[in-house]
Structure formats: structure tokens, C-alpha cells
């Protein structure tokens, strides 16, 4: 079914008794030529590109819980390509590229909406540190511009530019960034598969890989074995513990992200904001509500729940720019399983197992790479070739030494 202005209308008219589910409930055959674990954001977006794209055919995704209850679901929605070193800026700048056209590619209203993101400054070495980011953006064919302390008092004049502590220097800023409606790309993502032809199956846990001779030729589910040519991996912050199933110790570790929803308010925050001396992002959904998120937990773990003292810690940094945020209340909180990479950036590779395939180390920004991972991902699977945007995302870094630390913040992955 294609959905249009017209159908909307025809149904509003009629009942709404036209409308069918937006995708089958398949059943798992006994095999596939690709098997993708983990129906999140990435996991369906890699199924589409390989059945639109590629062309490729005899493909599911097994999902242990069902459609969008995993990261995709449960992010702050914030879409960007504001990076700084070559081996992340073209891929996501290529991710912003496919939301651009996203709605009309999958013919679902995903929300995308180009509202802007800005990062403040309130240092000297920090706005250097910007100036350096965003020519490094603009190198790359992204847009971004610098605003003076006076240009962002006139965006947003509720903003504290005059903190003792933490005085707004400045900002960089990024119109194109923005948001989009975090579970509607889930189910865009589905429909337009499960329209090519993918078999999406949710209640189907992967709890082993069935590995003869060195390659990789099916996986073992709560729902049987399934035969595989190529199997991908694509569990964000259960990588570690999937992959350990085929023998293999990953260079990443698991942490909660909380997310924020504040009660309903008048327009108030036209884009996205961060506050740069601590960590605090913001930005107000359609409804009004605040969606705002800070730093992770500071320990591992794959409880899908957060705690009171991350709580504390986000608001005291919201509070410290936008003191009016003491008046509104805190109407849901929610936590996801974060896959922290040592260097903060994300992996798309085949493993050292013949036909097995690995996509994770997403950290807290893997919602902005839906596309673009899912597109690279699909191509690698296909050709066996990286995607040229995708070409520094190899696991074997770790050992190398290329690392792509974007924060520079080392192996201490809690602080990406
Ligand atoms: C609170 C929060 C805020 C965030 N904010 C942002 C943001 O603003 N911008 C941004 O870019 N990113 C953000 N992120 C990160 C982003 O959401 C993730 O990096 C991204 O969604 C991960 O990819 P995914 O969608 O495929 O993951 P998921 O949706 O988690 O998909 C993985 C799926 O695998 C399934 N699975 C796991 N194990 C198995 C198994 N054994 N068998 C079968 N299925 C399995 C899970 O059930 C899950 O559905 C945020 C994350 C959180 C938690």
C-alpha cells in the first residue's frame, strides 16, 4: 500500500478501514542467503539497501524483542554530521544526504525535520577547537557556520550567555542538523523491506552461531536453526555479548544512556542545543515536550534502565544554561544499552569467520548513521568490498593503531 495525501483523506472519510499493517509477520525458513541479527534502526536499514539497492534477495531479520524497542527507539533523535576527522565526517555527511531525501525514499513520514543543532562555546580554546571542526566540515561538503555571543542571544534569549561559570562565547552551528521521529524510521525502514521482499521476524533470539570449518553457515535461534550464507551481526549494545557466542572479544563495552521528556510547552527551542562545559543536548519534540540527555552511566552494564544519580547530573547541566528548565517537569525518562568503542567511532567489517559480518560500536551517536550505516553496511555485504565512506571503520584498528579518536579521549570509552 502507498501511503499518500489522498489515501489519508480517503480514510478520514471512510473509517479508517483501509488500512493494512505496514509489514508481514513472516515466519523463519530454514534458510537464507542473508541473515541480519538485531532489527534495530541499522539492522532494517542495512535489509532495505540490500533488497533495493543491491538487489539481493533471500534476506531476514531476526529480532529477540519486537520492532523498535531497542536503541532506535529509545534516542534522543538528533541528526548531525558535525564531526572532525576524515575517517567519520564523509560517512556522516553521506548519512545526513540519505535523511534529506529519507521520506520520500521509503514513502513514510519519518519527521525529518532540518531545525538546526548548535554547540556553545565558553572558552577561548574551545571556540579554536570549533573553528578547526567546522572547517573540517566545510572541507568535507557539510555546512556550518560560527555565531558570535549577540547572534545567539537573539536565537534564544532565554539562554544564560552571562554565567559566571560558564559564560557563551560563541557557537557553532549547523543548520542541517535536527531531528527525526526516532521510531517512525524503524517502521519506515520495515515496511519499505518487507515491500522488497525481506522476511522481518521479531520474537526470535539468536543464542548461537553454527560455525563448520571456520565459516560461518547459520545461526541457532529460540525459534530453531536458520541456515546462512552471509550472516550480519547488528546487536548495537548487545554486540558484546552476541559476538561472544562465536568465540570473539570485542573492543567495546556496554553502558546505559538515559533520555529525558519534559511536560509539554509552548514553543521555546527552535533547534537543537549543547552545552559545551559540561554535557547536556536539548531540543523541544513536536509536542512540546523538552528531549534532553547528558552523560552515560559511569559503569557497564546491559540493564535497559537508568538511575537517579544520571538524573541529577543532566539537570544540573541543563540547569546551568537554561535555568528556566527548573520550572518544568520531568514527565519520562528511559535507559538504553549503549556499544562504547575504545576510540568512540563504530565498526563495519567482516570478522576473521568466513560469512560472519560485525556492525556496532555505535556509542551514543548511532542514530544519526542509520542510513548511512545500514547503506555501507548492505554494500559490504554484497560486494565484500567497504563503502568508501565506511573505509576506516575496520576492526582490525584496535590492533593496528589507526585508531579514529574523535574525542581524543583514548581507550576510556565512558568518555565519547
Ligand atoms: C538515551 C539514548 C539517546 C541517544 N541519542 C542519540 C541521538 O540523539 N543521536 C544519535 O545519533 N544517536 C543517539 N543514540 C544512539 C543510537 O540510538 C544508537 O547508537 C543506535 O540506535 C544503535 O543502532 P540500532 O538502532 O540498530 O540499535 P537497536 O535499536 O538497539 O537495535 C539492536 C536490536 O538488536 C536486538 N538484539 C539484541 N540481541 C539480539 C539477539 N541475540 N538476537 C536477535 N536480536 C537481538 C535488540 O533487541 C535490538 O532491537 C542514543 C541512544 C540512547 C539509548
Redesign the pocket.
Given at each position: 500500500m502507498k501511503y499518500s495525501g489522498f489515501k489519508v483523506i480517503k480514510e478520514a472519510l471512510t473509517g479508517h478501514r483501509g488500512w493494512g499493517p505496514a509489514w508481514r509477520d513472516a515466519s523463519p525458513k530454514p534458510d537464507y542467503d542473508y541473515v541480519i541479527?538485531?532489527?534495530?534502526?541499522?539492522?532494517l536499514a542495512t535489509a532495505y539497501y540490500l533488497a533495493k539497492t543491491f538487489r539481493q534477495t533471500r534476506i531476514a531479520v531476526?529480532?529477540?524483542?519486537w520492532i523498535g524497542?531497542?536503541?532506535?527507539?529509545?534516542?534522543?533523535?538528533?541528526?548531525r554530521s558535525n564531526y572532525l576527522l576524515d575517517g567519520n565526517e564523509p560517512f556522516y555527511e553521506f548519512s545526513l544526504q540519505l535523511w534529506e531525501g529519507l521520506e520520500q525514499e521509503l514513502n513514510y513520514n519519518a519527521m525529518v525535520s532540518q531545525r538546526g543543532i548548535l554547540n556553545l562555546i565558553h572558552t577561548d580554546a574551545q571556540r579554536d577547537a570549533f573553528i578547526r571542526r567546522g572547517n573540517a566540515m566545510l572541507l568535507n561538503g557539510a555546512d556550518a557556520e560560527l555565531l558570535s555571543t549577540d547572534q545567539i542571544k537573539a536565537r534564544y534569549p532565554f539562554l544564560n550567555t552571562e554565567n559566571a561559570r560558564f559564560p557563551i562565547k560563541g557557537g557553532l552551528a549547523q543548520h542541517r542538523g535536527g531531528t527525526v521521529r526516532h521510531d517512525a524510521v524503524a517502521w519506515g525502514y520495515a515496511r519499505a523491506a518487507d515491500q522488497n521482499g525481506v522476511d522481518i521476524i521479531q520474537n526470535?533470539?539468536?543464542?548461537g552461531f553454527r560455525i563448520e570449518n571456520g565459516t560461518c553457515v547459520g545461526v541457532e535461534t529460540s525459534r530453531g536453526m536458520i541456515g546462512a550464507k552471509k550472516v550480519a551481526s547488528?546487536?548495537?549494545?548487545?554486540s558484546s555479548r552476541?559476538m561472544q557466542k562465536a568465540g570473539m572479544r570485542l573492543p567495546i563495552e556496554s553502558t546505559v544512556?538515559?533520555?529525558f521528556v519534559s511536560e509539554g510547552l509552548k514553543p521555546l527551542l527552535p533547534g537543537v542545543i549543547t552545552f559545551g562545559a559540561g554535557h547536556f543536548y536539548c531540543s523541544q519534540s513536536d509536542k512540546g515536550g523538552l528531549v534532553f540527555?547528558g552523560d552515560p552511566d559511569g559503569y557497564n552494564s546491559y540493564a535497559q534502565r537508568g538511575n537517579l544519580p544520571v538524573v541529577e547530573d543532566v539537570c544540573e547541566g541543563g540547569m546551568a544554561i537554561f535555568p528556566n528548565l527548573g520550572r518544568a517537569r520531568l514527565l519520562r525518562m528511559w535507559?538504553?544499552i549503549?556499544d562504547m568503542s575504545m576510540d568512540g567511532s563504530p565498526i563495519i567489517d567482516r570478522t576473521h569467520i568466513d560469512g560472519l559480518y560485525f556492525n556496532g560500536g555505535?556509542?551514543?551517536?548511532?542514530?544519526?548513521?542509520?542510513p548511512a550505516s545500514g547503506f555501507a553496511y548492505a554494500h559490504l555485504l554484497a560486494t565484500d568490498t567497504p563503502h568508501k565512506t565506511a573505509t576506516a571503520y575496520r576492526l582490525d584498528r584496535f590492533n593496528t593503531g589507526h585508531m579514529i579518536d574523535e574525542k581524543g579521549m583514548g581507550n576510556s570509552p565512558n568518555l565519547h
Amino acid at each position: 500500500m502507498k501511503y499518500s495525501g489522498f489515501k489519508v483523506i480517503k480514510e478520514a472519510l471512510t473509517g479508517h478501514r483501509g488500512w493494512g499493517p505496514a509489514w508481514r509477520d513472516a515466519s523463519p525458513k530454514p534458510d537464507y542467503d542473508y541473515v541480519i541479527i538485531g532489527g534495530g534502526g541499522h539492522g532494517l536499514a542495512t535489509a532495505y539497501y540490500l533488497a533495493k539497492t543491491f538487489r539481493q534477495t533471500r534476506i531476514a531479520v531476526l529480532e529477540k524483542g519486537w520492532i523498535g524497542g531497542g536503541n532506535v527507539g529509545r534516542n534522543t533523535t538528533i541528526i548531525r554530521s558535525n564531526y572532525l576527522l576524515d575517517g567519520n565526517e564523509p560517512f556522516y555527511e553521506f548519512s545526513l544526504q540519505l535523511w534529506e531525501g529519507l521520506e520520500q525514499e521509503l514513502n513514510y513520514n519519518a519527521m525529518v525535520s532540518q531545525r538546526g543543532i548548535l554547540n556553545l562555546i565558553h572558552t577561548d580554546a574551545q571556540r579554536d577547537a570549533f573553528i578547526r571542526r567546522g572547517n573540517a566540515m566545510l572541507l568535507n561538503g557539510a555546512d556550518a557556520e560560527l555565531l558570535s555571543t549577540d547572534q545567539i542571544k537573539a536565537r534564544y534569549p532565554f539562554l544564560n550567555t552571562e554565567n559566571a561559570r560558564f559564560p557563551i562565547k560563541g557557537g557553532l552551528a549547523q543548520h542541517r542538523g535536527g531531528t527525526v521521529r526516532h521510531d517512525a524510521v524503524a517502521w519506515g525502514y520495515a515496511r519499505a523491506a518487507d515491500q522488497n521482499g525481506v522476511d522481518i521476524i521479531q520474537n526470535c533470539e539468536v543464542t548461537g552461531f553454527r560455525i563448520e570449518n571456520g565459516t560461518c553457515v547459520g545461526v541457532e535461534t529460540s525459534r530453531g536453526m536458520i541456515g546462512a550464507k552471509k550472516v550480519a551481526s547488528c546487536v548495537a549494545g548487545s554486540s558484546s555479548r552476541l559476538m561472544q557466542k562465536a568465540g570473539m572479544r570485542l573492543p567495546i563495552e556496554s553502558t546505559v544512556l538515559q533520555a529525558f521528556v519534559s511536560e509539554g510547552l509552548k514553543p521555546l527551542l527552535p533547534g537543537v542545543i549543547t552545552f559545551g562545559a559540561g554535557h547536556f543536548y536539548c531540543s523541544q519534540s513536536d509536542k512540546g515536550g523538552l528531549v534532553f540527555g547528558g552523560d552515560p552511566d559511569g559503569y557497564n552494564s546491559y540493564a535497559q534502565r537508568g538511575n537517579l544519580p544520571v538524573v541529577e547530573d543532566v539537570c544540573e547541566g541543563g540547569m546551568a544554561i537554561f535555568p528556566n528548565l527548573g520550572r518544568a517537569r520531568l514527565l519520562r525518562m528511559w535507559g538504553g544499552i549503549m556499544d562504547m568503542s575504545m576510540d568512540g567511532s563504530p565498526i563495519i567489517d567482516r570478522t576473521h569467520i568466513d560469512g560472519l559480518y560485525f556492525n556496532g560500536g555505535w556509542c551514543y551517536g548511532g542514530f544519526k548513521a542509520t542510513p548511512a550505516s545500514g547503506f555501507a553496511y548492505a554494500h559490504l555485504l554484497a560486494t565484500d568490498t567497504p563503502h568508501k565512506t565506511a573505509t576506516a571503520y575496520r576492526l582490525d584498528r584496535f590492533n593496528t593503531g589507526h585508531m579514529i579518536d574523535e574525542k581524543g579521549m583514548g581507550n576510556s570509552p565512558n568518555l565519547h
